[in-house]
């Protein structure tokens, strides 16, 4: 798509528009300049789009490339008669679609005949031969074969006018706004350059398997049950109704057919212009789309065979989750020769590897505690052979993943390896009941410390909210002395793992009890007694510089000590906002839940999860404990001499990051934002300042340097 000359240029580009984002802000662009710029940072984005999304190889930073889109972005929303369809700024719609309308495709989505051993391949080969009425030399192309989700596009006149799921092959939905946010499929082509003018291309939808276990990791996490594999997390992100969701999801596109291609007036260019598959897809890869990685040329089936064979050994290798080889004839001469039946084309044929599946008994079922609380049930299962690996447990996730398959303790079930979940209860076989199977009962207290469970708003799993609760303690010591929280130095995962072992802390307010005699002496010796290693990194000096840092924690900002005690969905964010709503922890406590739902930015579910982890007896002790510690619990202990003061930081200090100087900031009283306003009392500029600088001199704010603002906290 880029000759080498074109991409230097476009590289000196880049650095030009870089060099003018730093000089020039929005502000002072006017119309005409606009209209030079404009289209320089359209290309410029588009070719680091084509280099990210299609080749993997970048070659800007994340941080520049978000510099040059947020500046083409935000120029277009000062100049909206500069937008065009093909930016890149167009990707995500802001409207949500209620239904997605049928449409017809230009050409049938056809399935793809199966064949699962070499001599399957064979008479597929024999077929061939015969529809060619003898033809022996016979090219094939051989590419893996992505489990993902069908789509068809279409372009006229070089812009995606149309994307569509399969459907039942004759029709499909329209999902062109969910297809214009995946980034791999351009929405401008330059197939115009080949004769083309109007084109159906087929290709799949599919998650990579990184993004997939971090999508899962991250519904489990969110109380939710987790897509099976990727196939159905692409089909069911495809579908989505708000594009700027499918846009969070990462959705990745290659293109393997080109099944309709019109030149001027109306010509057909397949068989013609474009005599083989493997020309075709020359073109697609020429005009910048994503085609099939590993894919080969092979004179003759024994080739093939060889191929499929090479193939299933290294799938595992493979980026995305594939379950085979795509074998098409790759002359599309000989292609419209052999035609196709109702169901698949005869000139194509999938090899299928081995699945990813096995049918098992399953035993019993255990329920564990998770770092966050999450209780999920665990399948025990009679030990079965899936994919080359042996399985013996499986993750059931929650009770409506229970309920929804009717699992129960004795069932047969179908298990499957796949997409990094492993495994995954694909469906119960009923047929195999013999009527001693038991329901599965759910526990109503937690199996580690006995404490009631409960389920939040909009979530299907169950959680233990106690803070005293054995396995979820590490996690917790951890969270309360991270930075963001209390900032205990010293209080790292070997230290909070060792005083949980040796149960000297059986919730976080017990660290303010800890003494010299209690690290250096009981610790050790409870450690040996269990027989762990003894902790030789708590030595005298580590555990006087411990105590100091735990005895400062004290002193930090009320929002701080909210964020602290580790609420589900209270991040740092919604902890300053609840810092502003309340002046002390016993205000929190007792805020009506209607007036929290009411504030900006909380709404019913964070609302529901205060109440209900405030209304644990268990919970309320350990802040007594922490008030008794002398942790500050209320704004009026907490008052500093930067009281009333705000502070907004641009370009780089030298003596500490950003981060640590908003911390010195909040411990004297004062806070911080990350914009300038009229509430911004002082501008602290560092090394290369940003535009904050210029807009903190237009509204009159105090400017210091880094200098005076040392001098400043150290008074």
Request: charged fraction near 30%; proline fraction near 5%; include cysteine.
């Amino acid at each position: 798509m880029y000759s080498e000359q074109n991409q230097a240029r476009l590289l000196e580009e880049t650095r030009k528009l870089l060099q003018l984002i730093k000089n020039q802000p929005i502000s002072e662009i006017c119309l005409d300049i606009a209209r030079d710029i404009v289209p320089k940072l359209r290309e410029v984005v588009v070719y680091h789009d084509w280099r990210y999304y299609v080749l993997n190889d970048p070659v800007i930073s994340d941080f520049e490339y978000d510099r040059l889109f947020r500046y083409l972005r935000d120029i277009e929303h000062k100049f909206p008669e500069l937008i065009t369809p093909d930016s890149p700024t167009q990707r995500v719609a802001s409207d949500v679609t209620k239904v997605f309308p049928e449409v017809p495709h230009l050409s049938r989505m056809l399935s793809l005949d199966n064949a699962y051993s070499a001599e399957e391949l064979r008479d597929f080969h024999r077929r061939v031969i015969q529809g060619l009425g003898g033809v022996n030399e016979i090219e094939y192309t051989c590419e893996p074969k992505f489990d993902g989700a069908g789509i068809a596009l279409v372009y006229e006149d070089d812009f995606l006018v149309r994307g569509a799921t399969r459907g039942d092959g004759a029709r499909g939905e329209d999902i062109t706004p969910n297809i214009k946010t995946i980034r791999a499929i351009p929405l401008k082509a330059p197939l115009s350059q080949f004769g083309i003018k109007r084109i159906e291309i087929r290709g799949e939808v599919l998650i990579d398997k990184e993004t997939f276990r971090k999508l899962n990791q991250q519904r489990l996490e969110e109380g939710l049950t987790p897509f099976a594999n990727p196939r159905n997390a692409a089909a069911g992100s495809l579908r989505l109704q708000d594009p700027r969701e499918v846009a969070r999801k990462r959705l990745d596109a290659f293109v393997y057919q080109i099944t309709f291609a019109e030149g001027s007036g109306g010509k057909n260019l397949l068989g013609a212009d474009i005599r083989t598959h493997l020309q075709a897809m020359e073109i697609l890869k020429a005009c910048g789309f994503k085609t099939s990685w590993g894919a080969g040329l092979c004179k003759g089936i024994e080739e093939v065979i060889r191929f499929c064979q090479s193939w299933e050994q290294k799938r595992e290798e493979f980026p995305y989750e594939i379950d085979g080889i795509v074998v098409k004839v790759n002359s599309i001469i000989f292609q419209q020769t052999l035609g196709e039946t109702t169901h698949h084309p005869r000139w194509a044929i999938a090899f299928k590897f081995k699945p990813k599946q096995a049918t098992t008994k399953l035993r019993r079922v255990i329920f564990q505690v998770g770092r966050v609380g999450t209780i999920t049930p665990v399948g025990e299962l009679d030990p079965v052979e899936v994919g080359g690996v042996t399985i013996s447990r499986v993750s059931l996730f929650n009770e409506d993943f229970i309920k929804e398959k009717d699992i129960r303790i004795g069932d047969m079930v179908l298990v499957e390896r796949a997409g990094e979940v492993i495994p995954y209860v694909v469906k119960v076989i009923k047929e195999a009941r013999e009527g001693t199977e038991q329901p599965i009962k759910f526990p109503k207290v937690c199996p580690s410390c006995g404490s009631k469970l409960v389920r939040l708003p909009g979530e299907a799993a169950w959680r233990c909210l106690n803070m005293r609760c054995p396995t979820q303690l590490k996690e917790r010591l951890k969270h309360f002395a991270s930075r963001r929280a209390m900032d205990i130095e010293g209080l790292g995962e070997r230290t909070a793992r060792a005083l949980v072992m040796s149960r000297l802390v059986e919730d976080v307010a017990d660290i303010y009890y800890l003494t010299e005699e209690k690290l250096l002496k009981e610790l050790p010796l409870r450690m040996q007694q269990m027989g762990e290693p003894r902790p030789t990194y708590i030595g005298e000096l580590n555990a006087k510089k411990l105590l100091k840092n735990i005895e400062a924690s004290k002193n930090r900002p009320f929002h701080r000590v909210i964020y602290a005690l580790g609420i589900r969905y209270v991040g740092y964010a919604t902890a300053t906002l609840l810092a502003e709503m309340v002046n002390s922890i016993d205000e929190l406590i007792e805020i009506p839940p209607v007036k929290l739902e009411q504030a900006p930015g909380i709404g019913p579910k964070i609302a529901h999860s205060i109440k209900e982890f405030f209304s644990l007896p268990e919970n309320l002790k350990v802040i007594e404990k922490l008030r008794q510690a002398g942790v500050k619990m209320s704004k009026a202990e907490m008052k500093g001499p930067l009281e009333g003061k705000v502070f907004v930081f641009t370009g780089a200090l030298s003596s500490m990051t950003r981060e640590e100087a908003k911390r010195r900031v909040e411990e004297l009283g004062g806070k911080t934002s990350d914009s300038v306003s009229k509430k911004v009392t002082h501008v602290v500029v560092g090394e290369n300042p940003g535009s904050k600088l210029q807009k903190a001199q237009r509204l009159g704010i105090t400017i210091i340097n880094e200098e005076e603002f040392l001098k400043m906290i150290a008074r």
